[in-house]
């Protein structure tokens, strides 16, 4: 066996704990260790975890806190209760968990992997760790990769000096200050340099870097540093010594404050809120402070455009989207279905835009429950793809055919073509339906970026904001504002990457969730789902207003159904129409995997359901379904209660489906309605503004359906307030009117979840 060897497994479900695995490698790999990196599915294939005596695993937990799909079957078979108490002794791990706080069961997958690992007798040679995307997993990512390579020394017993964070060190003092205005006429991609002396120390890093990226050295005094360094250091005026890079020609220091005052100025000047905004993500604040940079990632693609005529259009239409890839969390193959219906819900005055869509699924293989939910297939905006492939330089080639294959010496481990980018297409269309062109950018995504990057200060500022060291300028700057690609490169005017390493880097598109608003039993051969056409402004760095990637996509396509909608060609006339499909609008849709949150069968359990807002929207299928089923149960049948906490901002504005509701409360299937609003005025105690004022005014009755008739309760909406909120309305009441303490009132709220009997459906 190879010295220093050790296993890394990844099990990803989007593609996170990959990055972060692959990320990992090459950091362990720097750092002189020998890792062997695969995905979980690989058990038994390319590895035996049986024979292993060291092993990291990176894992991310999916759904109500399960496995990633690739790694069922590896998990059923660790599971099995037959193993014995010693059977992985001889094995040390670590896990890093990633998960959202937002959500239940956080990081689940991996706890339950690492619990399960030491039962089975195997021990941790470091910390597991568990990182939080609600808060960006690099806040815990970067220091459990630095402490886990510092273990892995110290398990094999190592004396080599443990590197900073395994990534290339770079000390920058008295950054030079150029006015890019003024770049030389001659070549304007220089900049005159404003400082007696730019020294940029390099640790030993950079040459593991380079041999692992296959690049080559000069042999003489600065053997050291790459080539590529080199370059770039002669084409900005600096000349190498040894380890250092000094400029030439020195020019009169400029005083720190000079720095400071200008951004000062310059934010008090004539310039736009996004100008401002703008300057702020590109303005050093970290202008002396040496940088801990991850490593670049070698290059592994290839784009290969074809000679001769432009894609045909026809031709594109009936590509299979993402080569027919699988998607994650697929309960159902794709359906095409035709929109029979859309219809604004909301008043125009209303602040937000909520739009109902009713689709014909007769044709589909697939049934659905009330509680479900579908996803839609959408492409990137038209006009953002548009932007992107001219400021990248390629709208003359943009419509050309291509294909993708690997860099024939590549050093990347396991390379290979990303399966979802669709083969003999265009980058038009791979840029539209293929790529995650809206998501911030990774940290190791803006390290590539640095490296066509011509302008020093702009170089130095995404250095830094990739670096270990900006990692809170990374959060309030890329990842709070949520800038996406274009962003950065319409914020970086100098970064010039070519297309290859921007489809390295770039995630998949992912199919948008929404719940289904009806029920098959009330509205047989449709399913209806709802939805509020997201909308971000301008500012804090994005260069442009925009619309959410699907639910823009959808408002514009349906803008003409939209105008009908006083008569509408909707379920009425599906039930007696069988042509109605044949000219209509199509959407890609399948049937997302839900296991729990589904009515109970039993029609004398009481339910409590919770969802203001467009969390109405399973409800109102599981409403729809009740009410077929209570006019077909027995005359004896046992009814339970059912209450609803709906909230809205405004009665007259944006109460959805009031009139259906009504019906509901009028026909005894809805037992309590109770509605608050938020933005109404003036406010009572008989107008409460959250779902959570009402659930303390009905507190006494509300604690004895959850405790003593067993309700079950269902809870829809936003995670990161309502839903926490509610949740701990509830342990409060079983403090007030229970007389629990706290401890207890938790308990019994977690025997809940574990029964299924309370359940979420919540997004950020």
Known sequence: MVENDFLLVYASQTGQAEAIAEDFYLAALNEGLSPRIHCISDNEKEFHLEKESCVVFIVSTTGEGEPPEKALKFWRKIKRSLLPANHFAFLSFTVLGLGDTNYTNFCNFGKMLSRRLEELGASNFSESMWADDGVGLEVVVEPWKEKTLCQLKRHFGTNQEIKNDTCVDIQITNVPVSEIDNATQDSPNLCSVSSPETVIKLDNEFEKMQIQQNQYFDDKDSKSLPLQLQSDAHQNGIKLVGSLIKSENPQPAIEKSTISDRAVNDSSSDLGPCQQDLHSLTHSSMNELPLTLPLSPPRFLRVNFLPGENSDPEISKMAIIQNGFPYPGAKSPVSQVPIISAKRLT????????????????????????????????????????????????????????????????????????????????????????????????????????????????????????????????????????????DI????????????????????????????????????????????????????????????????????????????????????????????????????????????????????????????????????????????????????????????????????????????????????????????????????????????????????????????????????????????????????????????????????????????????????
């Open 347 to 486: 008043h125009h005055n209303a602040v937000k835009t909520t739009l109902q869509i009713d689709l014909d699924i007769r044709n589909c293989d697939w049934s659905y429950e009330p509680g479900d939910t579908i996803a839609v297939i959408c492409p990137n905006d038209v006009t953002e793809v548009s932007c992107l492939l001219d400021r990248l330089g390629l709208k003359d080639i943009s419509n050309k055919l291509c294909y993708f294959d690997l860099l024939p010496n590549t050093q990347k481990k396991n390379a290979r073509v990303p399966e979802f980018l669709q083969q003999s297409s265009t980058i038009s269309e791979v840029l539209s339906t293929c790529c995650e062109i809206r998501e911030p950018p990774r940290k190791v995504f803006l390290r590539a970026l640095v490296d066509f990057t011509e302008n020093p200060l702009e170089k130095r500022r995404l250095q830094e904001l990739c670096s270990k060291q900006g990692s809170d300028d990374f959060a309030k700057f890329i990842r709070e504002p949520n800038l996406s690609l274009l």
């Open 489 to 764: 490169l319409t914020a970086f005017p100098s970064c010039k990457p070519p297309i290859d390493v921007l489809l390295e880097n770039l995630p998949r598109l992912q199919p948008r969730a929404y719940s289904a608003a009806s029920s098959p039993l009330a509205m047989p051969g449709c399913l209806r789902f709802v939805f509020n056409i997201l909308h971000f402004k301008s500012g804090e760095g994005r260069s442009s207003d925009r619309d959410g990637v699907c639910t823009g996509w959808l408002n514009t396509i349906t803008r003409n159904l939209q105008r009908q909608q006083l008569e509408p060609k909707g379920y009425d006339e599906l039930k007696s129409d069988s042509t109605i499909t044949n000219d209509l609008l199509q959407l890609q849709i399948f049937l997302r995997t839900n296991r729990f949150f589904h009515l109970p069968t039993d029609l004398s359990i009481p339910l409590v359901l919770i969802g203001p807002g467009t969390g109405v929207s399973p409800f109102i299928g599981f409403l729809q379904h009740r009410s077929k089923m209570i006019s077909n149960a027995t005359s004896s049948t046992s009814i339970g209660a059912t209450w609803l906490f709906y909230g809205c901002r405004n009665k007259d504005l944006d109460f959805l489906f009031k009139e259906e509701l009504d019906t509901f409360v009028s026909d005894g299937v809805l037992t309590k309605l109770l509605v608050s609003h938020s933005r109404d005025s003036p406010l009572s105690d008989n107008c409460p503004r959250y779902v959570q004022d009402n659930m303390m005014r009905f507190g006494e009755e509300l604690v004895a359906l959850i405790y003593e008739r067993n309700a079950q309760v269902y809870v829809c909406g936003d995670a990161k307030g309502m839903s926490p909120d509610v949740y701990k309305t509830f342990r409060g009441l079983l403090v007030s009117y229970r007389g629990m303490d706290e401890i207890s009132a938790e308990s019994f709220m977690t025997e809940m979840r574990v029964q299924k009997r309370y359940l979420e459906d919540v997004w950020v």
